[in-house]
């Protein structure tokens, strides 16, 4: 069983920079690929980035790729999603997602979820 709480989300003017945590519970988390999904208003879950339990394979959207990087730090539970050069577009709940044994860009590739924290970009 794992836990996850998001935070670091805000408002940010375009161009800025945002630098989102995931922390997660219990003694397994570094078994877990964690991925990031976002949901804009009125649009369906889409995958950001994930990545897997050691940290060396990682994969992005192509619409953030060069502009977010995520890493990990097993020793203290936690992942980070690092946002550079954000734009409108970028404005949406983010979510961090975790699962084992998968390296998944599809939302049912992940079994646990947080509950989400607000980025909004102001142009």
């Known amino acids: 069983q794992v836990q996850l709480v998001e935070s670091g989300g805000g408002l940010v003017q375009a161009g800025g920079s945002l630098t989102l945590s995931c922390a997660a519970s219990g003694r397994t988390f570094n078994t877990y690929t964690v991925a990031w999904f976002r949901q804009a208003p009125g649009k369906e879950r889409e995958f950001v980035a994930f990545?897997?339990?050691?940290?060396?394979?990682?994969l992005y959207a192509d619409s953030v790729k060069g502009r977010f990087t995520v890493s990990r730090d097993n020793g203290k539970n936690t992942v980070i999603l690092q946002m550079n050069n954000l734009n409108a577009e970028d404005t949406a709940v983010y979510y961090c997602a975790a699962s084992v044994l998968t390296l998944s860009r599809v939302i049912g590739g992940y079994k646990y979820w947080g509950q989400g924290t607000q980025v909004t970009v102001s142009s």
């Open positions: 990545i897997n339990w050691s940290g060396v394979n990682t």
